[in-house]
């Protein structure tokens, strides 16, 4: 083992309590000098090296509490590839802490036993439309309600939102049935209004990697929803994640909604695979967006059904009593009876894979048509 210099400071910006772990693949007809050189500059990084030499090829084992770019290994002469074995991200990972957090609104506990429904419209339109949507996922057994203010819409023409008064509108509706309240913030400059009426603030996938609204939300005493990038790997994901842990917020919960593939049958690519995936490199809860997922209300049920089965936290759901008029997403927004269908088959799949749903309203005594 060649040993670097250790001397209590960590000149490469790491905090030096995690380790970074890699592995230098050589090339084949690498020299002796390629070698020695990769090693040297490996031990003047501050980092351990292992050599393991088989007949034709070396491999370099780097261990490590500083921070080193891999891409400015990989260039050296003689460097085949380079492998990062340990996660860029270290609070949002399950090797910094292997138990689920869970992430308590109140009573509602995101990330237990209980796969937590939200659901409500896209939009709040006005407050009859709200309180119907309030009234019939409460019934349904949601436990929060969900509803935007400030709308992030891919036109400048398109309804924006209605801002302080939709809040006001998703407030009272969510009062009157006694569910929490998520709502968007696309702005720094909006975080202390949507805080004063939301219990959870939703950041979208258009700003998943707003850095500066990250790092501001890691400020906030709320829980954060950070849905998935419409181009966004998890890593990346999980990086803008850890922009709010980073913060000082421990309360991030993470939200796939779909990402963009070549495929155009369906709004986005609902991608299932990504909740396994997370619940192995993340001790954060997940939730699934089955409506933006499949951009159409009749996909919307085998999507959700398919997340919970995959071992979902939570669902977050759009639903409007008048879909066909609504303001925005109404193609992908269900009909009440439609949620509590849902909700009813849910109840079924949960307990499969020793989950449970809302399991103290009227609506499991049976769905309504
Ligand atoms: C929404 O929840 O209505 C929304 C705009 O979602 P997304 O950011 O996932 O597109
Ligand atoms: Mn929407």
Same mark, same amino acid.
């Given at each position: 083992m060649k040993r670097g210099g250790r001397n209590g400071t960590n000149q490469n910006g790491g905090t030096g309590c995690e380790e970074n772990v890699m592995?230098?693949?050589?090339?084949?007809?690498? /020299?002796?000098? @390629? +070698?020695? $050189?990769?090693? =040297?500059?490996?031990?003047?990084? &501050?980092?351990? #090296?292992? !050599?393991?030499?088989?007949?034709?090829?070396t491999v370099l084992g780097v261990v490590g509490t500083n921070k080193i770019d891999p891409g400015l290994i990989g260039i050296l002469d003689g460097v085949h590839e380079v492998l990062r074995i340990s996660e860029?991200?270290?609070?949002?990972?399950?090797?910094?802490?292997?138990?689920?957090?869970?992430?308590?609104?109140?009573?509602?506990?995101?990330?237990?036993?209980?796969?937590?429904?939200?659901?409500?419209?896209?939009?709040?339109? /006005?407050?009859? @439309? +709200?309180? $119907?949507?309030? =009234?019939?996922?409460?019934?349904? &057994?949601?436990? #929060?309600? !969900?509803?935007g203010a400030f709308k992030p819409r891919s036109s400048p023409y398109s309804f924006q939102g209605l801002g302080e008064p939709g809040l006001v509108m998703l407030r009272?509706?969510?009062?009157?049935?006694?569910?929490?309240l998520i709502?968007?913030?696309?702005?720094?400059?909006?975080?202390e209004l949507v805080g004063k009426y939301a219990d959870i603030?939703?950041?979208?996938?258009?700003?998943?990697?707003?850095?500066?609204?990250?790092?501001?939300?890691?400020?906030?005493?709320?829980?954060?929803?950070?849905?998935?990038?419409?181009?966004?790997?998890?890593?990346?994901?999980?990086?803008?994640?850890?922009?709010?842990?980073?913060?000082?917020?421990?309360?991030?919960?993470?939200?796939?909604?779909?990402?963009?593939?070549?495929?155009?049958?369906?709004?986005?690519?609902?991608?299932?695979?990504?909740?396994?995936?997370?619940?192995?490199?993340?001790?954060?809860?997940?939730?699934?967006?089955p409506s933006h997922g499949a951009g159409r209300r009749d996909m919307v049920a085998p999507m959700a059904r398919a997340a919970v089965a995959a071992g979902v936290d939570g669902l977050i759901i759009e639903v409007h009593h008048d879909p066909d008029r609504a303001l925005s997403d109404g193609a992908q927004s269900m009909f009440p009876a439609q949620f509590d269908r849902v909700m009813a088959e849910l109840r079924i799949i949960a307990p499969a894979i020793g989950r449970s749903i809302c399991v103290d309203t009227p609506a499991r005594h049976g769905w309504i048509r």
């Amino acid at each position: 083992m060649k040993r670097g210099g250790r001397n209590g400071t960590n000149q490469n910006g790491g905090t030096g309590c995690e380790e970074n772990v890699m592995v230098v693949v050589m090339q084949e007809r690498a /020299t002796e000098e @390629q +070698v020695d $050189a990769v090693i =040297a500059r490996l031990i003047e990084l &501050g980092m351990d #090296v292992h !050599r393991s030499s088989g007949a034709t090829r070396t491999v370099l084992g780097v261990v490590g509490t500083n921070k080193i770019d891999p891409g400015l290994i990989g260039i050296l002469d003689g460097v085949h590839e380079v492998l990062r074995i340990s996660e860029p991200y270290k609070l949002a990972s399950r090797t910094f802490k292997p138990e689920d957090t869970v992430v308590s609104v109140g009573d509602v506990r995101i990330g237990g036993d209980e796969v937590v429904v939200m659901a409500g419209p896209c939009s709040a339109e /006005t407050p009859a @439309q +709200v309180e $119907a949507a309030a =009234a019939a996922v409460k019934r349904a &057994g949601a436990k #929060v309600l !969900r509803g935007g203010a400030f709308k992030p819409r891919s036109s400048p023409y398109s309804f924006q939102g209605l801002g302080e008064p939709g809040l006001v509108m998703l407030r009272d509706a969510a009062d009157h049935h006694d569910l929490k309240l998520i709502s968007e913030v696309m702005d720094i400059s909006q975080i202390e209004l949507v805080g004063k009426y939301a219990d959870i603030f939703q950041v979208g996938a258009r700003n998943m990697q707003n850095f500066t609204l990250l790092r501001e939300l890691g400020r906030a005493r709320k829980p954060v929803l950070l849905k998935r990038g419409i181009s966004a790997t998890i890593e990346e994901w999980l990086l803008s994640a850890e922009y709010i842990l980073a913060g000082g917020n421990g309360d991030v919960i993470l939200c796939e909604r779909g990402i963009r593939t070549f495929e155009t049958a369906t709004r986005n690519t609902f991608d299932v695979s990504a909740i396994p995936v997370v619940k192995k490199l993340s001790h954060l809860p997940i939730v699934a967006d089955p409506s933006h997922g499949a951009g159409r209300r009749d996909m919307v049920a085998p999507m959700a059904r398919a997340a919970v089965a995959a071992g979902v936290d939570g669902l977050i759901i759009e639903v409007h009593h008048d879909p066909d008029r609504a303001l925005s997403d109404g193609a992908q927004s269900m009909f009440p009876a439609q949620f509590d269908r849902v909700m009813a088959e849910l109840r079924i799949i949960a307990p499969a894979i020793g989950r449970s749903i809302c399991v103290d309203t009227p609506a499991r005594h049976g769905w309504i048509r």
